[in-house]
């Protein structure tokens, strides 16, 4: 999020160029081919500046919206490999013990890649990977004895992130029937550009950190240790404030 508030005033400053460059002509004692080169290209990016800004960001908060849902898949997926090799009784629990591994293809990798083996195959097992939302990862947690608990706003903007990265992935930002009917909260036209917008991509960021949060006390919870305790803010950094934002920021607008 740090590199999206960055990129967004990157963005901006153009839109200050041309007038810097004129400015800096009236030093010079007459313009040059290369100033009117400067100064056209100048332009253009204001203008393309301007309309990003006016449009939310359309690029960037999409592929960040994107990059969001990637990570968090990966770092649940990271994090249950790793629980496979550090708690030797995980794989007692009985959806592990279901798994149908192929032995001559587990016995050859290295530890590290067995947990991941392991959490793939559940991961085909439950079918993960058809759930929505936090039930993609909460199905997967559960089968360890996970189970994490987490408000009914947070729930939602997951899920509504996770719909809105299969609409980019899958339909290139163009709103579809099936983003629309899921979420009809977001007040979406059919066959029209997805614009995320900074304050709704705030909203996903802070959602995920909160789902992770919550996954942390959980953990904590199993070695009995308490990290709760004196946890009353963890919010992200906002685009255009750098202070902290609100700790869960539903995704309603």
Known sequence: MKVTHLSCTGIRMHKARPKMLQALAKAAPRPTEEHERQMARAEEDAAFALKEESDGFPVLTGAV?????????????GFLALWFA??????KRAAVQRLKVRLGDYLQLTKADQALYLVELLEQDLSSTMKSGANRFNSLLQAVGLDVQIDE???KCLFELQKVRN???HRNGV???ALR???PW?????NQPLNIGMPRLNGYANATGAFLLALLYRVGDEYGIDLRSGADDHSVVGDDNPATVSVISPASG
């Open 181 to 183: 009917t899921a979420c």
């Open 175 to 177: 709103v579809d029937r």
């Open 86 to 91: 550090k708690r030797p009784g995980a794989v």
């Open 153 to 155: 706003d947070v729930s």
């Open 167 to 169: 609409n980019l992935a």
């Open 186 to 190: 977001m007040g979406l036209k059919l």
């Open 65 to 77: 919206a994107m990059a969001q849902w990637g990570w968090l898949e990966n770092f649940v997926k």
